[in-house]
């Protein structure tokens, strides 16, 4: 028996309030636990508890005086930073560090093989998050942050990721976009939220070339949207031969999401899932992280999110 799927989560990231009728509620976690309760598949997973990020690992990606400004927006109590989009409380700042924890705690976990691979059930969520700027619900940028951590600290060379999210993930594209270590690829609903992530932007300098972005017209269902994964993606992937994968997982690109008009059903998830396994195993030791993004229908994030760890699990 290999290591197991790791699973983490806690219930402090209930306490970034994001406000009466804010998609991106504390309910979303909250649907998703419970659910997750029910099938019961605990025992075959390993349960991850996160710890507070230290700023040494924010600063890889933000910019100190950024930092410490949502640090004194929350501690003044106001109820946004930047844009009406995203939303604050008191806790918010800590509760942002305990996300990119999250992040970091399943990076270590795959990488000193406790576990093969990993889910972070975490929010607030991050691939908006600019250098020094928050938009679209996000503070700190969880995924880029782990990119840059997992290549300081376990010295690797090559990192995909991969942004499932229904809407463009402008701040991990905008962090990357000149590195060639990091590719980046979003498939996304175009035109769009936040408007970036058009098919010509490839990258800038040294670093062209390992960005793609596939914009995806509403109303895609599985089967063309899987299609475009499978031979416009993955042969490049493939090409990049990373030597470790992270998924920014939104589910909202769901058929049943209020927030967008794809038509993808959790089977989409799954597949997407079991192809980048295969990818993986071929050049990254098994190693993936996944952490959790958009989704805000319930129901159907809960049932995304199982068809997604169930596949890591196989």
């Excluded at 998609?23 to 991850?48: C, G, I, K, M, T």
């Amino acid at each position: 028996m290999g290591a197991p799927t790791a699973l983490l989560y806690d219930e402090r990231y209930l306490l970034h309030d994001s406000g009466i009728e804010h998609p991106e509620s504390p309910e979303r976690l909250q649907a998703v636990w419970e659910y997750l309760q029910r099938v019961n598949f605990f025992p075959s997973l390993l349960l991850l508890k996160p710890e507070p990020a230290p700023l040494e690992w924010i600063e890889l990606v933000h910019d100190p005086a950024y930092i410490q400004r949502v640090k004194e927006t929350c501690e003044k109590g106001a109820a946004y930073i930047d844009s009406l989009d995203t939303a604050l409380c008191p806790a918010s700042y800590e509760i942002a560090l305990l996300a990119v924890g999250g992040v970091l705690k399943l990076i270590d976990a795959v990488f000193q093989r406790k576990a093969r691979n990993g889910f972070g059930l975490i929010r607030p969520p991050g691939h908006h998050a600019e250098r020094d700027l928050s938009l679209g619900f996000c503070l700190f940028n969880n995924v880029a942050i782990g990119a840059r951590y997992a290549q300081k600290i376990y010295k690797i060379k090559k990192v995909l990721i991969v942004d499932w999210d229904v809407h463009h993930g402008n701040g991990t594209q905008h962090c990357f976009e000149g590195d060639p270590s990091v590719f980046y690829f979003s498939a996304h609903e175009y035109p769009y939220y936040p408007g970036t992530g058009h098919s010509w932007e490839k990258g800038t300098g040294d670093g062209y070339g390992t960005v793609l972005n596939i914009p995806i017209p509403g109303g895609t269902s599985d089967k063309a949207y899987l299609q475009t994964f499978r031979e416009t993606f993955l042969p490049l992937a493939y090409h990049f031969k990373p030597d470790f994968i992270m998924i920014s997982a939104g589910f909202d690109a769901h058929k049943d999401d209020p927030l967008a008009s794809l038509d993808l059903t959790e089977n989409a998830y799954r597949e997407m899932t079991l192809e980048l396994k295969k990818l993986a195993k071929d050049s990254a030791q098994e190693r993936i992280v996944s952490a959790l993004e958009g989704g805000y229908n319930l129901e159907a994030l809960a049932r995304s999110v199982e068809a997604h760890l169930r596949a890591l699990m196989e």
